[in-house]
């Protein structure tokens, strides 16, 4: 069983299917939708997915592949939670970020390198706090 939710607790869901692959999305809309340089996210089987208690709003848009794509995201908080496809109802893809235990997620793949801003990558030779700076 898989379980996360948003910042705020307002959502909350479980997953009982296997957990499919995960990948990094560089591709504009996934950037301004996050506010990072990219988002990582999970497949998984809609019919697997159940959301306990939700506050949810939804935004679609046409995205980069001309696929209409809606992204479900906490009213209250702003936390995005999933997103999901017309073109693909039968998955979706669940933010790395809201999983109550991250590492059940195994990145294998990234979709829209051209879309890539330079500095997405994290340079090894800079400062690494493990907590606050100060």
């Given at each position: 069983?898989?379980?996360?939710?948003?910042?705020?607790?307002?959502?909350?869901?479980?997953?009982?299917?296997?957990?499919?692959?995960?990948?990094?999305?560089?591709?504009?809309?996934?950037?301004?939708?996050?506010?990072?340089?990219?988002?990582?996210?999970?497949?998984?089987?809609?019919?697997?997915?159940?959301?306990?208690?939700?506050?949810?709003?939804?935004?679609?848009?046409?995205?980069?592949?001309?696929?209409?794509?809606?992204?479900?995201?906490?009213?209250?908080?702003?936390?995005?939670?999933?997103?999901?496809?017309?073109?693909?109802?039968?998955?979706?893809?669940?933010?790395?970020?809201?999983?109550?235990d991250p590492a059940v997620v195994q990145p294998v793949h990234e979709t829209w390198t051209k879309s890539r801003v330079v500095w997405a990558d994290i340079p090894s030779e800079i400062a690494s706090y493990e907590r606050g700076r100060i």
């Amino acid at each position: 069983m898989v379980t996360g939710g948003c910042l705020c607790g307002a959502v909350r869901f479980s997953y009982d299917e296997e957990i499919g692959p995960a990948g990094y999305c560089h591709c504009a809309d996934c950037r301004r939708s996050t506010g990072g340089p990219y988002t990582l996210s999970v497949r998984l089987v809609t019919s697997g997915f159940e959301v306990e208690t939700a506050s949810l709003g939804e935004f679609t848009k046409a995205g980069e592949s001309g696929a209409a794509i809606t992204r479900h995201f906490c009213v209250r908080c702003g936390s995005p939670v999933y997103t999901s496809s017309e073109h693909r109802p039968e998955f979706i893809h669940v933010k790395a970020g809201v999983l109550d235990d991250p590492a059940v997620v195994q990145p294998v793949h990234e979709t829209w390198t051209k879309s890539r801003v330079v500095w997405a990558d994290i340079p090894s030779e800079i400062a690494s706090y493990e907590r606050g700076r100060i």
